[in-house]
């Protein structure tokens, strides 16, 4: 009805009027346009007529400029600008043209959602291997209908980008490759229209855990591992190795990986207290990013002991005590073990606080020579042994007896060595008292048979032989015979056919040996009325067991041959003897040994 009006009073200007508002209408429609952040410009043609007036309503009324505004022509250049709006808000915006014939006009309407805001405190939990999660906050003004989450893997350029979409404030990532480094980006999506910033972070995965590892040298001050890589390897560049105390000059270090895939690697910790027991980490390293550790615990070899000793008054047949010193220097320890021999299955064990002494009374054999091991232990390492070697002392001999040959009226001694005990040579013991007299001769000799022949004895002395079975330079108990000579003989024949080659060859003892004694008549021995030549004499003997703790006053002297025809040792013994006077000269024994290479030389 208004244009109808107005078109019979000028309907020519009015028609013009109509078309220059549709082309300005067609021209808004061609230029509006929504830039970030909750900022819309609305472009104006370019020319635009005087006196033109436009009104900018919108809902809700937050923004500038402020709702209901009005914008001349002159205010205008080519567009009006709205910002400050609310993000993630939908908005319904009208604008109106007014001039001097039209009133507010309708030239524009347009519903907008404006761009949310970004989420904020981002939050990524990598402390998983395969597995990440993310937390994060909602933005705080305006609204959004979900998030957008971009997952980028550096690691991997070959894989492709990982979009996900929530309405959570979290998410989990799933199926990552250990060690691995991305990148996330976040955005908020409100009615399907994102943010226009985001919050993007990197991180990293934790990497696998080194395989299992091994000491592959210690001794006193040095451990050397050796270890296994990661299975799967996945993805890291380092290993750390840390050791506890802090006892090495280097106590933590980086160990770059070796070869794809990667191999074995070592690392090495020097300067540690002998003894001391270590923990001893390994973790695999990725961009910053530590592993769990694979953890052991490893002792240092503590010093070793000394001076192992044995109680010689302590050998028996089947027992002995060890003694020993502990380790000379700074060392820790638990305590020792003694064992005899390396491969003992069950060796004492002495504590450190406790004497250092320990008895062996088990499974013992007489006469046989034994090596003990000394060691000091921290945990289950044994130090490098100190060792010593004692030899059970043997059983005394048997059957000891004194024997006369009629024929050769020679007497032999001989003796039984006991079956349960090992010795290698015998020791004997001889002594000559003289009737009426205090003084003593003491000798001694060593064989290795059974028996010894004995000639030469003196009438009116005694003789008493000690026999010691002899191991190792350890002796037994000693057997004793004694010998009375109550009568004279005449000489000792000591010869016989498989001798002959021998006295050849020394002179030590005659091939046959004559010898007569004559006691001269003197005050002191008026009962003897004639010279008389020496015969075997009768003879009282006794046997005793006892050990032998005389003083040896002179050795005589014993010269040894080896031979294999001499059937057994031979003593002669040649003593000059005047009973008026107090001092006589040294008895001189001279010995043959049937053993090869035991009695060589002369010994006094």
């Given at each position: 009805?208004?244009?109808?009006?107005?078109?019979?009073?000028?309907?020519?200007?009015?028609?013009?009027?109509?078309k220059?508002?549709?082309?300005?209408l067609?021209?808004?429609?061609?230029?509006?346009?929504?830039?970030?952040?909750?900022?819309?410009?609305?472009r104006?043609?370019?020319?635009?007529?005087?006196?033109?007036?436009?009104?900018?309503?919108?809902?809700?009324?937050?923004?500038?400029?402020?709702?209901?505004?009005?914008?001349?022509?002159?205010?205008?250049?080519?567009?009006?600008?709205?910002?400050?709006?609310?993000?993630?808000?939908?908005?319904?915006?009208?604008?109106?043209?007014?001039?001097?014939?039209?009133?507010?006009?309708?030239?524009?309407?347009?519903?907008?959602n404006t761009?949310?805001?970004?989420?904020?405190?981002?939050?990524?939990?990598?402390?998983?291997?395969?597995?990440?999660?993310?937390?994060?906050?909602?933005?705080?003004?305006?609204?959004?209908?979900?998030?957008?989450?971009?997952?980028?893997?550096?690691?991997?350029?070959?894989?492709?980008?990982?979009?996900?979409?929530?309405?959570?404030?979290?998410?989990?990532?799933?199926?990552?490759?250990?060690?691995?480094?991305?990148?996330?980006?976040?955005?908020?999506?409100?009615?399907?229209?994102?943010?226009?910033?985001?919050?993007?972070?990197?991180?990293?995965?934790?990497?696998?855990?080194?395989?299992?590892?091994?000491?592959?040298?210690?001794?006193?001050?040095?451990?050397?591992?050796?270890?296994?890589?990661?299975?799967?390897?996945?993805?890291?560049?380092?290993?750390?190795v840390?050791?506890?105390?802090?006892?090495?000059?280097?106590?933590?270090?980086?160990?770059?990986?070796?070869?794809?895939?990667?191999v074995?690697?070592?690392?090495?910790?020097?300067?540690?207290?002998?003894?001391?027991?270590?923990?001893?980490?390994?973790?695999?390293?990725?961009?910053?990013?530590?592993?769990?550790?694979?953890?052991?615990?490893?002792?240092?070899?503590?010093?070793?002991?000394?001076?192992?000793?044995?109680?010689?008054?302590?050998?028996?047949?089947?027992?002995?005590?060890?003694?020993?010193?502990?380790?000379?220097?700074?060392?820790?320890?638990?305590?020792?073990?003694?064992?005899?021999?390396i491969?003992?299955?069950?060796?004492?064990?002495?504590?450190?606080?406790?004497?250092?002494?320990?008895?062996?009374?088990?499974?013992?054999?007489?006469?046989?020579?034994?090596?003990?091991?000394?060691?000091?232990?921290?945990?289950?390492?044994?130090?490098?042994?100190?060792?010593?070697?004692?030899?059970?002392?043997?059983?005394?001999?048997?059957?000891?007896?004194?024997?006369?040959?009629?024929?050769?009226?020679?007497?032999?001694?001989?003796?039984?060595?006991?079956?349960?005990s090992?010795q290698?040579?015998?020791?004997?013991?001889?002594?000559?008292?003289?009737?009426?007299?205090?003084?003593?001769?003491?000798?001694?000799?060593?064989?290795?048979?059974?028996?010894?022949?004995?000639?030469?004895?003196?009438?009116?002395?005694?003789?008493?032989?000690w026999?010691?079975?002899?191991?190792?330079g350890?002796?037994?108990?000693?057997?004793?015979?004694?010998?009375?000579?109550?009568?004279?003989?005449?000489?000792c024949?000591?010869?016989?056919?498989?001798?002959?080659?021998?006295?050849?060859?020394?002179?030590?003892?005659?091939?046959?040996t004559?010898?007569?004694?004559?006691?001269?008549?003197?005050?002191?021995?008026?009962?003897?009325?004639?010279?008389?030549?020496?015969?075997?004499?009768?003879?009282?003997?006794?046997?005793?067991?006892?050990?032998?703790?005389?003083?040896?006053?002179?050795?005589?002297?014993?010269?040894?041959?080896?031979?294999?025809?001499?059937?057994?040792?031979?003593?002669?013994?040649?003593?000059?003897?005047?009973?008026?006077?107090?001092?006589?000269?040294?008895?001189?024994?001279?010995?043959?040994?049937?053993?090869?290479?035991?009695?060589?030389?002369?010994?006094?």
């Amino acid at each position: 009805v208004w244009e109808h009006r107005h078109t019979h009073q000028g309907g020519k200007k009015i028609s013009k009027m109509r078309k220059v508002l549709q082309l300005w209408l067609v021209i808004l429609d061609g230029f509006l346009q929504v830039i970030v952040c909750t900022e819309l410009i609305i472009r104006l043609p370019g020319y635009l007529p005087q006196e033109v007036v436009y009104r900018l309503d919108y809902s809700p009324n937050i923004g500038s400029p402020t709702a209901n505004s009005t914008f001349t022509s002159s205010e205008l250049e080519d567009a009006i600008t709205f910002s400050g709006g609310s993000p993630g808000t939908l908005y319904n915006f009208r604008l109106y043209f007014s001039n001097s014939t039209i009133l507010d006009w309708l030239t524009w309407t347009a519903t907008i959602n404006t761009a949310p805001d970004p989420p904020s405190n981002l939050d990524i939990d990598a402390n998983y291997g395969t597995n990440a999660l993310l937390r994060w906050q909602p933005p705080t003004v305006g609204g959004f209908s979900g998030f957008r989450v971009g997952v980028i893997p550096f690691s991997e350029p070959n894989k492709t980008i990982k979009t996900i979409t929530t309405r959570k404030t979290d998410s989990a990532l799933n199926d990552l490759s250990p060690g691995a480094t991305y990148g996330v980006n976040l955005y908020t999506v409100y009615e399907s229209k994102e943010s226009q910033a985001y919050l993007s972070s990197n991180f990293t995965t934790k990497p696998n855990t080194p395989g299992r590892f091994i000491i592959w040298f210690r001794n006193e001050t040095t451990l050397l591992i050796l270890w296994q890589p990661p299975y799967p390897a996945g993805h890291f560049t380092d290993y750390k190795v840390s050791i506890n105390p802090k006892d090495a000059i280097v106590s933590e270090k980086y160990v770059p990986k070796e070869g794809e895939p990667p191999v074995p690697s070592q690392a090495a910790f020097n300067d540690l207290v002998p003894g001391r027991a270590y923990n001893i980490s390994v973790e695999t390293v990725s961009e910053g990013k530590i592993s769990d550790p694979t953890t052991a615990q490893y002792r240092t070899v503590p010093l070793r002991p000394y001076n192992v000793i044995f109680d010689s008054e302590a050998i028996g047949p089947d027992s002995f005590i060890v003694r020993w010193s502990g380790p000379d220097g700074i060392s820790e320890f638990d305590g020792y073990q003694v064992a005899i021999g390396i491969r003992r299955k069950t060796p004492q064990i002495i504590g450190r606080g406790a004497a250092r002494i320990a008895k062996f009374e088990n499974n013992l054999l007489p006469g046989r020579t034994y090596q003990v091991v000394v060691k000091t232990v921290s945990g289950s390492v044994a130090s490098w042994p100190a060792t010593g070697n004692v030899t059970t002392k043997p059983l005394p001999v048997k059957n000891l007896r004194l024997k006369t040959d009629e024929k050769t009226e020679e007497i032999t001694l001989s003796w039984n060595a006991d079956i349960q005990s090992q010795q290698d040579s015998y020791k004997i013991i001889y002594t000559e008292t003289v009737l009426y007299s205090a003084r003593t001769i003491i000798s001694m000799v060593y064989v290795t048979e059974f028996r010894i022949k004995i000639c030469l004895l003196q009438p009116m002395y005694t003789y008493s032989f000690w026999v010691h079975a002899v191991s190792n330079g350890i002796e037994s108990m000693g057997r004793r015979v004694q010998y009375e000579a109550t009568d004279l003989s005449s000489e000792c024949d000591i010869e016989d056919d498989r001798e002959k080659e021998y006295n050849k060859e020394t002179t030590a003892i005659p091939a046959k040996t004559n010898m007569t004694t004559t006691r001269n008549r003197t005050e002191s021995d008026s009962n003897l009325k004639q010279d008389v030549k020496m015969k075997q004499p009768t003879t009282k003997s006794s046997i005793t067991t006892t050990p032998l703790s005389v003083e040896t006053r002179k050795l005589a002297t014993r010269s040894t041959t080896n031979t294999s025809t001499q059937p057994f040792t031979t003593i002669s013994i040649k003593t000059t003897t005047t009973l008026a006077a107090t001092t006589r000269k040294l008895t001189t024994i001279s010995t043959t040994t049937t053993t090869n290479g035991y009695l060589s030389g002369n010994r006094q």
